[in-house]
Every structure is written in C-alpha cells, then in structure tokens.
C-alpha cells in the first residue's frame, strides 16, 4: 500500500513588511458575534478536539448541530496559537510564487502523522475569512494577488485591469480623461506609455523584460506600427 504526501499551506503576500499578525486576528475574533463565519465541518468533535481541556460530554453545539459562539470562538483562539507557533517552527517551510510567500508542512497520509505545523495550518480554514485576513492571510491564492482577494500591499498588475474595466466599464462615454488616467494607471506596474518613443518603449520592454512581444501571436496585435516606424527613422 502507497502514501500519499498531505501538505498544509497558507499564504501571504511576498511584498509584506511586517509578519502575520496574530495579536491583531485575536483582537477581532473577540469581535465576531456571527458563529456560521466558522467553516467546521463537525464542530462538536472538532471543537472538543481543539479544546482538550474541555469535558468530553461538554455541549459545545446547540440543538441544531451549530457550534456554539463562546466554544467556537476559543478554538479559534486555539486555532490562532498553534498557528502561531507553527510558523515560527521548523517543522514549517516556505517558497516565494507568483508574488505569493506560501507557508507550507506537511505529512504521510499514512505511516506517520502530518506535523503539528501541518495540523495547525488546515485547522486555519476554520477560522472566520475576516480573521485570516486581519492577520495578513490570503485565503485563496489560486487567484492572482489583486484586493479584490484581501491584498493590501502593492498594486498588482491584476488590480490596474481591474481599475481600468470599472473606470471605463461604469462611464458611459469615453473621451480625452481616458487618455490621461489610463496611461498614469499602467504607470504603476510598468513604464508609464508616452513617457517616450513608441520605438523606444518597444525596446524598453523587451529589455526590461528579456522577451520580445512581437514573438507573441497575442501581444504583437497591440505593438504598434509605429513603434518600428520609428526605429526605422533613428
């Protein structure tokens, strides 16, 4: 019989100055008064699992099978310690992706048990999404590091397409303002179009990014020709 691996992980944006911030996650799941912003599965047994301190026939649910606020909020407390000490262990490791630092640990699905850092790292989801944001998580980083997925460092290439659709998506009529907003927004992630020779700026890009876009079926349609009009005059 094969084992599988089974990894834990959890994110941050690899821009972040400052570490997650536990203190600030505990702060604001003492505000949380909503108990369904928990994601358990089975709280009853996960709830006394994260307790152990707890009376085994505790009532931690109510007769509904919803966890009960108080409980869910100190296995969250709980959650957020072991989170804690996991990222400042050596059981945890990280790697850098797609403008992502992505904690992760792991374990056999059999054979050996997950680290404790693993654990502590699926025990995250459970928490309320505002929660793992305050502290500096992004849930989910199978989605490009953009605000709309809690990001609250640089803008991000995603963030200027986003920024342009609304600004033109919401105007009903589009005149010489686009003109001057939109080449300020592509400034922020890339060199500010009209700050040179369209043949420069080619030549710019292509350094900068060690890749000729005219090699690109897709980019090569919004090279203009002037850009090779102008090479031509210098």
């Not at 792991?106 to 680290?115: E, I, K």
């Not at 079926?217 to 210098?234: G, I, K, P, W």
Request: aromatic share 8%; no cysteine; net charge negative.
């Amino acid at each position: 019989m094969s084992s599988a691996m089974l990894i834990g992980t959890l994110a941050v944006p690899a821009d972040r100055i400052q570490p997650p911030d536990f203190d600030r996650g505990r702060q604001l799941l003492e505000e949380i008064d909503d108990v369904s912003q928990f994601s358990f599965d089975d709280p009853a047994n996960e709830i006394l699992d994260l307790l152990p301190e707890l009376d085994p026939e505790a009532q931690v649910v109510d007769e509904h099978g919803q966890p009960i606020l108080g409980y869910a909020r100190q296995a969250g407390f709980a959650i957020i310690d072991s989170l804690e000490e996991a990222l400042a262990s050596s059981k945890t490791s990280f790697l850098v992706v797609a403008g992502y630092e992505i904690y992760f640990s792991a374990g056999r699905s059999w054979g050996g048990a997950p680290t404790v850092a693993a654990d502590a790292m699926w025990n995250a989801d459970k928490l309320p999404e505002p929660v793992l944001l305050a502290m500096g998580f992004i849930p989910d980083y199978s989605k490009p590091l953009a605000r709309k997925n809690g990001n609250p460092g640089h803008v991000t290439d995603t963030d200027i397409v986003d920024a342009i659709a609304l600004g033109m998506g919401t105007k009903p009529d589009w005149g010489s303002d686009e003109q001057v907003w939109i080449p300020e927004l592509i400034g922020a992630v890339r060199q500010q179009p009209g700050s040179t020779t369209p043949a420069q700026y080619l030549r710019e890009f292509t350094e900068r990014y060690e890749f000729d876009p005219t090699t690109s079926n897709f980019l090569t349609q919004y090279v203009s020709r002037e850009a090779d009009a102008d090479d031509d005059q210098e």
